[in-house]
């Protein structure tokens, strides 16, 4: 199974970073997958620890894909997090282009309940993994894949999902006209 997350690490100087993951969840194990070059990958390798964040404000995935990454923390927890899962890295499987990090879960502490999702917020993750691929995906792809999530976003969407998408939108538009150039 795999949960969209936030991932937060931290390098050697105790600088946080966060990141937007789908990490694999394996009976008692924690699969993080990051692409190379990543500053998560990095950051896990020198420190071997990692805070996985369960977060439903969906600004926070797609606020750390359009560069705007000043959320409020608590050490490497999300002040919006409804849970967060403390990790340690065990065992590297590499590869050239995503290394396995397997962790062990160290801890988990809840604090909030998790009331669901709308159909917005799922529209905003998805198009947050399209954003994310934009190198690796044929632009016609995320082009219409966005219009199909567009119908479920207009139909649920609240001001944090909107809010959100706007942000994600202005990316593919700035992708496309660096195309042009």
């Known amino acids: 199974m795999i949960q969209e997350l936030i991932v937060i690490t931290k390098n050697n100087v105790g600088v946080p970073?966060?990141?937007?993951?789908?990490?694999?969840?394996?009976c008692d194990s924690i699969h993080i997958l990051p692409f190379r070059p990543s500053t998560t990958l990095t950051n896990l390798l020198e420190t071997k620890i990692a805070v996985l964040n369960y977060c439903d404000d969906v600004r926070?995935?797609?606020?750390?894909?359009?560069?705007?990454?000043?959320?409020?923390?608590?050490?490497?927890i999300l002040d919006c997090a409804l849970a967060h899962s403390e990790v340690q890295l065990v065992r590297v499987e590499d590869d050239k282009t995503r290394p396995?990090?397997?962790c062990k879960?160290?801890?988990?502490?809840?604090?909030?309940?998790?009331?669901?999702f709308n159909r917005a917020q799922y529209c905003v993750l998805e198009a947050a993994i399209l954003v994310s691929r934009l190198q690796m995906l044929p632009l016609e792809k995320i082009e219409n894949e966005i219009a199909y999530l567009k119908v479920?976003?207009?139909?649920?969407?609240?001001?944090?999902?909107?809010?959100?998408?706007?942000?994600?939108?202005?990316?593919?538009?700035?992708?496309?006209?660096?195309?042009?150039?």
């Open 152 to 181: 479920g976003l207009e139909k649920t969407a609240g001001e944090r999902e909107l809010e959100a998408w706007n942000w994600l939108m202005m990316a593919i538009e700035t992708f496309k006209m660096e195309l042009l150039k």
């Open 105 to 116: 879960i160290l801890n988990t502490v809840n604090h909030a309940p998790f009331m669901g």
């Open 60 to 76: 926070v995935f797609a606020g750390c894909l359009t560069g705007r990454r000043d959320w409020k923390l608590n050490g490497l």
């Open 17 to 26: 970073h966060l990141a937007p993951m789908g990490v694999h969840i394996h």
């Open 100 to 102: 396995r990090l397997i």
